[in-house]
């Protein structure tokens, strides 16, 4: 199985060579690609890493789950090896791969044919015109991506619990739903005090997964308290990689990679959060908030005084030049919530003496927010789109299938957009916001000839599900915001005295809990606990 892959390898690195003008393409485009390239060999030795850990140990029963769970619909990577074969065969396969994967974990050595990268370039619209015009897709051997999901498991069952609370991304139980509660929640409760108001800085990296040094790395995942073995075998992993560009039949030659994570890595966004582990902030007045490369700062100001913010800013820009992170200031927004009258002109933020630029609106994990946190904007966003796909489901019904197929699709692709971060926005939403989201709905059920739930029934459960779940995780950073009152039956409500913080998720959420802990009371009576339990997790 080795020689083959081996041979896969080698056949595709020495078969003939396209036209010299192609290859002169293809060998730019890939230099292009590997612009942030500063590292060598001997810049990341291996030697500062002790064995003094057991090898991680792989069975194959694992191994061969992880095969017959490959998407078959995925391109193959540079060694030419179908996702389809290695699924079909996944159980003769088992096997010889996971002596295969213990031998490179028990050395902690890779192969070079499991670490070669094949990059693709897409065009990003109809006419490029330079090499920045090109998205590089990257692609990587499915045998490596069964051997990463495996590696991964194991890293997340030994992180410590003092990770950053605020990174969500890649971690159980949180989400992007989760990432911009929380940021509206500091903005709310803030906002709740006179003289207040509060700035959210968009952060904008330049191919931040590209630009990781992987000594760096190695050392705040061995503070983190990984196993030494693992950590050189990552390094191993993430040093001393081949990389050529494809197109069509075409291929670039071959240069080797010592700086950054591979773009078509599934370990890679994991990685960049745990190197982004340390970035927290200095002072208590701002938060920062992380969810894989997005990352956003958020300064809460009293009496006009952003001493604290322009500092943590200044820090932030400090840390990213330690540990090579680019900022990329031409993209990072900011956005100032200020509900004050006569309130004073805000000076902008500079980085790097460059002014960061103000904007009204800006989507954030997927939802748009504005400067006065109304939800106009976002809630004609998800209708728009709403709309597109209802397009399709006429046409199904026109082809005169069952209502119980149309009711899928309905819920598939129109209603999950509708309830995208339904918890976040929805409670503040204005009456006609509220209108045109339930009159897609009612356009829907009369296509579907079946009913429909109404968004606001799915608000409400939304938002006891959510809350169910941060309440049985202590780690997570809203468990605090849900306490019990002495008596043990009821939660303890949240001060609010706008009516916007009133509306937001947390609010809400432990006033509907202290509605449900009475709707369980009488569902005791009636011996229905299991009906309630069903809606409430």
């Not at 950590?231 to 080797?256: A, G």
Request: proline share 6%; with cysteine.
């Amino acid at each position: 199985m080795w020689q083959g892959l081996q041979t896969i390898t080698d056949y595709r690195t020495t078969k003939p060579s396209p036209a010299s003008s192609d290859v002169s393409f293809l060998n730019e485009l890939n230099n292009f690609y590997a612009r942030f390239e500063r590292g060598n060999p001997t810049t990341t030795t291996k030697a500062d890493v002790t064995p003094d850990h057991q090898p991680l140990t792989l069975s194959p029963t694992d191994v061969g789950v992880v095969l017959s769970r490959i998407n078959v619909h995925k391109a193959a990577g540079p060694d030419g090896i179908p996702g389809r074969v290695l699924r079909a065969c996944s159980g003769e396969l088992a096997g010889v791969l996971t002596d295969i994967f213990n031998l490179s974990l028990a050395h902690a050595v890779v192969p070079a044919c499991f670490k070669s990268t094949s990059i693709v370039p897409i065009p990003k619209n109809s006419n490029p015109s330079c090499l920045n015009d090109y998205r590089p897709v990257a692609l990587t051997p499915i045998i490596t991506k069964c051997l990463e999901q495996l590696v991964l498991a194991h890293f997340k069952s030994c992180l410590p619990p003092t990770l950053d609370p605020h990174q969500f991304a890649y971690r159980q139980n949180r989400s992007t739903e989760d990432a911009v509660s929380i940021a509206l929640h500091s903005v709310l409760s803030h906002l709740d005090n006179n003289n207040t108001y509060a700035r959210m800085l968009f952060i904008d990296f330049s191919s931040a997964f590209n630009t990781i040094h992987p000594s760096q790395l190695i050392r705040k995942l061995t503070d983190l308290g990984i196993s030494s073995l693992i950590c050189k075998w990552l390094l191993d992993f993430l040093t001393n990689r081949p990389q050529h560009v494809r197109l069509d039949n075409h291929c670039s030659s071959t240069i080797t990679m010592n700086t950054g994570v591979p773009q078509g890595c599934v370990m890679s966004p994991f990685l960049y959060s745990l190197f982004t582990h340390d970035c927290r902030p200095a002072d208590g007045s701002n938060t920062i908030i992380k969810f894989a490369d997005d990352t956003t700062v958020i300064g809460l100001i009293s009496d006009n005084d952003e001493a604290a913010y322009r500092e943590e800013v200044d820090r932030l820009a400090e840390w990213c030049d330690t540990n090579n992170l680019l900022l990329n200031t031409e993209k990072t927004k900011e956005l100032i919530v200020d509900y004050r009258r006569n309130a004073d002109p805000h000076p902008p933020i500079h980085i790097k003496g460059t002014a960061v630029e103000r904007v009204s609106s800006f989507k954030f994990l997927g939802v748009h927010i504005s400067e006065d946190l109304t939800w106009t904007t976002n809630c004609s966003k998800l209708v728009k789109k709403a709309h597109q796909r209802l397009f399709f489901l006429r046409t199904l019904r026109k082809n005169h299938l069952s209502s119980d197929i149309l009711v899928n699709f309905y819920r598939c692709t129109i209603e999950s957009i509708l309830t995208n971060c339904i918890t976040v926005w929805y409670g503040n939403c204005s009456a006609s916001d509220r209108k045109a989201l339930q009159r897609v709905v009612k356009t829907a059920q009369r296509i579907a000839g079946a009913p429909l739930p109404a968004i606001k029934d799915i608000y409400r459960k939304r938002c006891l599900k959510r809350a169910g779940k941060i309440i049985r995780d202590p780690s997570h950073p809203s468990h605090g915001l849900f306490t019990l009152l002495p008596s043990g039956g009821r939660y303890r409500s949240l001060r609010t005295k706008t009516t916007r913080y009133r509306n937001s998720f947390f609010p809400t959420a432990v006033r509907l809990l202290n509605s449900a802990s009475f709707a369980l009371y009488l569902c005791m009576c009636n011996d229905n606990k299991v009906e309630f339990y069903s809606i409430l997790f």
